[in-house]
């Protein structure tokens, strides 16, 4: 094919997308030295009083209870979250697919039928839910940052998709994600870079960055990403979000694209990102009780668990012990992370809980063991994608391109079956010895438990520059074990308390790297979040966790 094939397609589909936007939601914007745009929809003339007031409605269930009670119309909801979604793009560019007449239809006909029966088609009811560009939509193309899959439009809904029509909902914009999928940060060939939008310079993350910078921007109140090794928690954790990275095959992923498909030993999960844990709940309960294993013979046969989500085997929720892992043996967590870690263990202390320390084991060897199974054959999935227009491979997340990023997962010549084999066999001894290592710590929570959850860096710092995220380790090595985990927020870096400390001795030249990576006065505003880790398929558990944490952080900040 020829070399300028896949630049003529880049053209086309950038020229469709702009077209898709209303022109009358084109907004002057900021100059680009204004960092910080969070707050510039509200502010830029083009929502009304009622669209801001309802896209700043964060608490989810707040916002179905409007639209189930006919306070709010499903119209009026999804007009003033596309109009805010639009000006979201403008300033951090987060979306692909544009759908505004298909979205707004679908929000008229629930209208229609709520005026006529007084009732709501399902429990997420007229919600405007955003999906991450590779959970189809029919009739829609879902590129996955490739420009060798545009003009390859879907012919059917992924299951994700029909469940969400199912339950009332509203999917109304896909969004921006790296090339392959197999990045922390979110850059393509086809529609460019996504910024984080509390400070322009910083990545948003990856791989499902556009929902983190979407939502970060209230531009949608929920929407859905996948997570390989950390790609729903770090866009959650960036942008000051919740996120949650369910088990393998907790919820259907049938009829998605995705990279390594065929690679059933460490396959990525989707997950739902809000701005409030609510949004998380309310999204679980409504796909699970929809049966999603019916529609997808790899989804685990699992329904909401009421009793697990009341903590029925963690004591009921009346006294937990967390365990908090500082650092992971190998990279010390920058000094906004570290402040994160310790608020949050003086809040729970002081909700009484027992909060102790979390010693890691073998986190590297898990980390090179996942990345080994993936790159078992990754080289080989790219190639065969990127020679179907010569576009080239994406190398570097660097803006200049100028040097490699050395990113610690490294394309090889593959294995051969029996190699990858011990591969996997190794990763099983390791997850059964971590199991082991976990149920021990119960001789020291006093809880006659093990400890309950683990308190985590999502990564060993704020959101870096763009083309600066080095670390996985931190989000990948609870993918290897299959674990739970849900992103939670916490705070933002203020350099007047986030000072550079000292250099320390460090554990390796990551260590090393990450330290001098950090400047106060360079991460400004960044979010920074942490998440909490259970045990396999305890997604119940984790959320109803996530939420004891959340409000303690709040009343300890309320009495601060």
């Given at each position: 094919m020829a070399e300028t094939e896949w630049k003529r397609l880049v053209e086309e589909?950038?020229?469709?997308?702009?077209?898709?936007i209303p022109q009358e939601w084109r907004v002057v914007l900021p100059p680009p030295d204004v960092l910080d745009v969070r707050q510039f929809p509200d502010t830029c003339g083009l929502l009304t009083d009622r669209e801001v007031e309802i896209t700043n409605t964060v608490d989810v269930l707040a916002l179905l209870a409007k639209l189930a009670s006919g306070q709010w119309s499903a119209v009026e909801v999804t007009t003033a979250f596309y109009k805010r979604a639009i000006v979201s793009h403008q300033l951090v560019n987060c979306l692909t697919e544009i759908l505004v007449d298909r979205a707004l239809a679908r929000a008229a006909e629930l209208d229609e039928y709520y005026k006529r029966t007084g009732n709501v088609i399902g429990p997420l009811h007229g919600l405007p839910i955003s999906l991450k560009d590779q959970i189809c939509i029919k009739g829609l193309e879902t590129t996955m940052g490739y420009a060798s899959w545009v003009g390859k439009y879907s012919d059917h809904d992924a299951v994700m998709t029909e469940i969400l029509y199912d339950c009332g909902a509203i999917p109304f914009v896909m969004t921006n994600v790296p090339q392959t999928l197999m990045w922390s940060e979110t850059f393509n060939h086809v529609f460019g870079r996504t910024s984080n939008p509390a400070n322009r310079t910083l990545t948003c993350g990856g791989s499902s960055g556009g929902e983190g910078a979407l939502i970060g921007m209230r531009g949608s109140p929920l929407g859905i990403g996948s997570d390989l090794g950390g790609s729903v928690r770090y866009p959650s954790s960036f942008n000051g979000l919740y996120g949650l990275r369910p088990s393998y095959g907790r919820l259907p992923y049938g009829g998605c694209v995705n990279s390594l498909q065929g690679q059933d030993s460490a396959p990525s999960s989707l997950g739902p990102l809000?701005?409030?844990?609510?949004?998380?709940?309310?999204?679980?309960?409504?796909?699970?009780?929809?049966?999603?294993w019916l529609r997808d013979p790899l989804c685990v046969r699992k329904k909401w668990d009421e009793n697990a989500y009341k903590?029925?085997?963690?004591?009921?929720?009346?006294?937990?012990?967390?365990?908090?892992?500082?650092?992971?043996?190998?990279v010390v967590p920058q000094p906004p992370v570290r402040r994160a870690l310790e608020m949050t263990k003086r809040a729970l202390e002081a909700a009484g809980h027992t909060v102790i320390d979390w010693k890691p084991l073998k986190h590297q060897e898990l980390y090179d063991n996942l990345a080994t199974i993936w790159m078992a054959g990754a080289i080989d999935d790219i190639a065969a994608t990127t020679a179907e227009s010569g576009e080239?491979?994406?190398?570097?997340?660097?803006?200049?391109?100028?040097?490699?990023?050395?990113?610690?997962?490294?394309?090889?010549?593959?294995?051969?079956?029996?190699?990858?084999?011990?591969?996997?066999?190794?990763?099983t001894l390791l997850r059964e010895e971590y199991l082991k290592h976990w149920r021990a710590t119960a001789?020291?929570?006093?809880?006659?438990?093990?400890?309950?959850?683990?308190?985590?860096?999502?990564?060993?710092?704020?959101?870096?520059?763009?083309?600066?995220?080095?670390?996985?380790?931190?989000?990948?090595?609870?993918?290897?074990?299959?674990?739970?985990?849900?992103?939670?927020?916490?705070?933002?870096?203020?350099?007047?308390?986030?000072?550079?400390?000292?250099?320390?001795?460090?554990?390796?030249?990551?260590?090393?790297?990450?330290?001098?990576l950090y400047k106060p006065d360079r991460f400004r505003n960044a979010p920074v979040g942490l998440q909490l880790v259970g045990r396999t398929l305890e997604e119940e558990a984790v959320i109803a966790m996530t939420e004891i944490v959340d409000a303690a952080l709040k009343a300890h900040e309320a009495t601060a």
């Open positions: 589909k950038r020229r469709r997308q702009q077209a898709a809000s701005g409030s844990v609510s949004g998380i709940k309310v999204f679980m309960e409504a796909v699970l009780a929809q049966e999603p903590l029925a085997d963690h004591g009921g929720g009346g006294k937990l012990c967390f365990a908090i892992m500082w650092d992971d043996g190998s080239p491979r994406i190398t570097s997340m660097s803006p200049t391109a100028s040097a490699l990023i050395d990113t610690g997962v490294h394309y090889g010549p593959g294995l051969s079956a029996y190699e990858l084999w011990q591969v996997q066999r190794r990763r001789a020291h929570t006093g809880t006659g438990r093990p400890v309950d959850a683990i308190i985590a860096p999502v990564a060993p710092s704020p959101p870096p520059p763009h083309g600066m995220t080095k670390i996985s380790t931190y989000t990948l090595v609870w993918s290897s074990l299959d674990y739970s985990c849900c992103a939670f927020p916490v705070t933002s870096v203020d350099p007047a308390l986030d000072a550079k400390k000292p250099p320390h001795a460090f554990l390796s030249e990551a260590d090393k790297e990450n330290y001098e």
